[in-house]
Structure formats: C-alpha cells, structure tokens
C-alpha cells in the first residue's frame, strides 16, 4: 500500500511539474465549444519527423467510466510516458454517447493530420490517439519478427525487424471488457537511406498514418469502440513493405505489387492474435477477440477467422500454444480467395491479375498454390468466426464479388454472417450513425461486453 501511494504520489509531482496549457475546441458532438487542458510530457516522445506523440483524452462523459483510476492518476501515467495530453472536456453532455462520439474523433484527427488541433502543429501524425478517460495504452508491443526474405525490399533490409502493435484497455478496470484487433491499411516497412548508407526506423510503426488511414477514410471505428465498452488494438499490416513493392527471392521487381502472400500473412495474423490474448490476460480483458478489416486490413484480418489447423502458421511466430481463436469478424473490401481474381477481367484488380502468376505459376497448373494465399483456404466448418461484411456497391467491382464467394462459402457451412451495403460512397469506411451503430451491435452480440451506457 505505502509503495502504490509513493507511484502515485510521484506520478502527480511528474503532472504538475508538465508545462499546461487551457483554451476552448469546437465540439461537433455537443454543438459548441468545450474546454481542454493541453499539458506537455517533462521527457517527451517524439517520432522520427521529431513531432509529439500525442494522447487525445476524453473525459467526463455520457458513458459508465470502466477504469477506476481517476482521470488525474491516467493523466499523470500517460504523461509520465512521454505523451503530450490534450484532455478534452465534455462535462457529462448527454450527447456524448455512441456513436455520436465518432463525429468528434473523425474531427481530432483531421485537425492533427491538419497541423492544427489545440494551437498545436507538431502532433505526431503516426502516433497520436484518441482515448476514453479510464484508458491507457502499450505501445509498440512485437507480436512477430519479420523475415527479409519473404519481400526482399530494400536489398539493405538483411534482419527481420518486430512487427508492432497498440494496445488500449481500460487501467483496473471495473468489469473486463473484450477487444477489438485491426490490421493496418498503412504498411510499416524499413527505409534505407543511401546517403547515410544505412536502414532508418522512418517508416516503422506507421499503422497509424493520419493522411492514409484514420484522417484519409475518416476511419473512427476503433478509437470509438470503448464507447461499446469494447477496447482495441492495432498492428503492423503483416506485409512490411510498401504497398506497391515487393518480390520473391530472385524474382521480377514488383511481383507482390498491391497483394500479400502466404504463409507469411497468415503466421504474423495467427501470432498477433496470440499476443493479444496473453498480453489482454495480463491487462485484466475478457479474451474474446474481435476483428475489424478495411481494405488491405481486410484482407489480412480473414487470415484469422477460420478454424483451419495448419502447422506451418500455428507453430511460428510468438505464444505459441496460446489460442488464437477469435469470436466475430467485420471485413469490408478485400481478397480472401486469389483463385477467382479471373472471374471478371478488368473490374478493378488488374494488378493481382497480372502479378500473382508471376509469383505462384500458372492458376491452371497449381490451384492447391493459389488456394492457399487466401482466407477462404483456412475456413472449413461452421467453428469459424460469425462476419459482418461491409461494402459500397459503386467501390471496384472485384471487392463485390470476392465478398460474394467467401459469404456463399461461410453459409454453406452455416457460420452465422451478414452484410452492411452502400452506407457510404465508393472504398469508404462506415462513418453515419446507423452504419456504425449496426457494426457495433454486431460485436455486442458476440463479444458480450459490459453495458456502459447510463
């Protein structure tokens, strides 16, 4: 006891020594402007443009408070670790609930992507979040030592660097609560730089890319998930290597342009939830796991929802024997089954239509190759993952019809799915109330998190 009251007490020393700053935001929620207090890490992180990392905290809200911490110990904590804070202060508004929330984490990050949020042009753009009050977060957590060999890119890049996650959970938390895992749409990947004559960590831990992914598709979904009494987490997209790059050994340059290939993906999804698990034991979470795919992110997040057991992805990576099961799925636009890229030539997927022979040979002549790239190869009984999936029906045609083979293969198996349609425009993420509320109510449903509503 005398020892947690010395933390504690250094903790709040370590706050009040913090340059802190006071003004007034705009709140789309609450239709004017709210009070922040803008306070400054004694020892700050920067990322490797040199800018803040950031925590956006949100506190007095509408919604059941899950982490029993006071709001002034989580501050401290967060500050402690480096992060500027920006504590936003709602003053229990009654519209401050969800999904109504997501409007204001959509406008945080345009103003940070911006360069403007609280008077500040130096938020980090790649690491700064968006927190209930009661949460904190790990950062850069390794769920996967990447190997060289499988992208070959850059030449330099000899030694496989960790590939990372974030996780946000709720500190001594009242009930546990479930979590959400997404894979980034925003690869991390290592850089050399010539002139230097040397790899750089510029484009590491990038999952979080304001201008490519949370700012880009005004993507709220997981920063507003605790409003549902749900925590998340984010990864590294398991190819690490830039989207448009990449090649077998001795292979053609750009063979794995826009695509992922496996075993590689499937390890690093399979281990990342494994992670999860052990790390979410030891933050007090539920163990149910949820996943949440967009795009790339989607393609890569199917790798974890079927009930498949192959030794050579569930023997590697990290906490092997730990479950890597998960409860539910939300998958928007993405591949999960390589041998109908052929179905209609030229809807949108002509990349994969040109390049995935190059990699795996003739589809004709090795179909057993082709079928193991893709989710649809590790689903095989009605023990994989419910789905929710989510689509435009004016986004690249390909995404339609990739949805439409893996569903008829879910249901002929009777694993429980469903589908959101046109709730937007074109390669979007679900951003209106009823859109969101709709995916949300799916995980309630199987993750079975507390009720904090009030």
């Known amino acids: ?36 207090t803008l306070t400054e890490a004694k020892a700050p992180v920067k990322d490797f443009a040199g800018n803040y990392a950031t925590v956006v905290y949100l506190e007095k809200l509408n919604i059941k408070k899950i982490g029993r911490n006071s709001n002034e110990q989580d501050v401290a904590w967060l500050l402690a670790q480096g992060y500027r804070v920006i504590e936003l202060n709602y003053a229990g508004d009654q519209h401050v609930v969800s999904p109504n929330i997501n409007a204001d984490i959509i406008a945080v990050n345009h103003s940070i992507a911006a360069g403007n949020f609280c008077g ?7 690491q700064s979040y968006v927190l209930f009050e009661g949460y904190r977060i790990a950062r850069n957590v390794p769920y996967f030592k990447d190997d060289p060999t499988v992208y070959n890119t850059p030449a330099e890049y000899t030694s496989g660097d960790s590939l990372n996650m974030d996780i946000i959970y709720p500190a001594n938390a009242a009930k546990a609560v479930p979590v959400i895992l997404s894979f980034s749409y925003s690869n991390s990947y290592a850089t050399y ?36 009494g749900i925590a998340w987490a984010i990864a ?17 340059a750009g063979t794995y342009k826009s695509y992922e290939t496996n075993p590689d993906a499937a390890r690093k999804v399979r281990s990342a939830v494994r992670t999860l698990r052990k790390m979410g034991s030891e933050m007090g979470l539920s163990g149910k796991i949820g996943i949440f795919g967009f795009s790339r992110g989607s393609t890569a997040g199917s790798m974890a929802i079927g009930d498949k057991k192959v030794p050579d992805i569930e023997n590697t990576g990290f906490n092997i024997g730990v479950s890597d099961k998960v409860q539910a799925a939300a998958l928007g636009p ?20 040109t390049r995935c022979v190059w990699a795996w040979g003739e589809l004709s002549k090795n179909y057993a190759k082709w079928q193991s790239m893709g989710a649809a190869y590790l689903v095989q009984s009605s023990a994989t993952a419910p789905v929710i999936f989510f689509y435009n029906t004016d986004d690249e045609h390909y995404y339609q019809d990739q949805i439409a083979h893996f569903k008829a293969k879910l249901d002929s198996l009777h694993v429980p799915t469903s589908t959101l349609i046109n709730y ?31």
Not at 205 to 217: D, T, V
Not at 236 to 252: E, F, I, L, S, T
Not at 437 to 453: A, D, H, I, M, T
């Open 1 to 36: 006891m005398i020892v947690r009251y010395i933390i504690l007490l250094f903790l709040a020393i370590w706050a009040t020594d913090c340059l802190a700053a006071t003004g007034k935001w705009e709140s789309k929620v609450t239709g004017n402007s709210i009070d922040y």
């Open 120 to 126: 500040c042009k130096d938020c980090s753009h790649y």
């Open 193 to 228: 730089d010539a002139g230097k004559k040397m790899l750089t960590a510029e484009n590491k831990n990038q999952r979080l890319k304001q201008e490519y992914s949370l700012a880009l598709f005004n993507d709220s979904f997981l920063e507003g998930a605790p409003a549902n």
């Open 236 to 252: 590294d997209h398991p190819k690490y290597c830039p989207w448009a790059d990449g090649k077998p050994v001795n292979g053609r």
């Open 334 to 353: 993405g591949v999960f089954d390589y041998t109908q890229i052929y179905n209609t030539i030229g809807d949108g997927d002509g990349n994969l239509e």
């Open 424 to 454: 937007g425009k074109g390669h979007a993420i679900p951003q209106t109330s009823a859109s969101l509320n709709q995916l949300y109510q799916f995980f309630r449903q199987y993750l079975k998190p507390p009720v904090v509503s009030k």
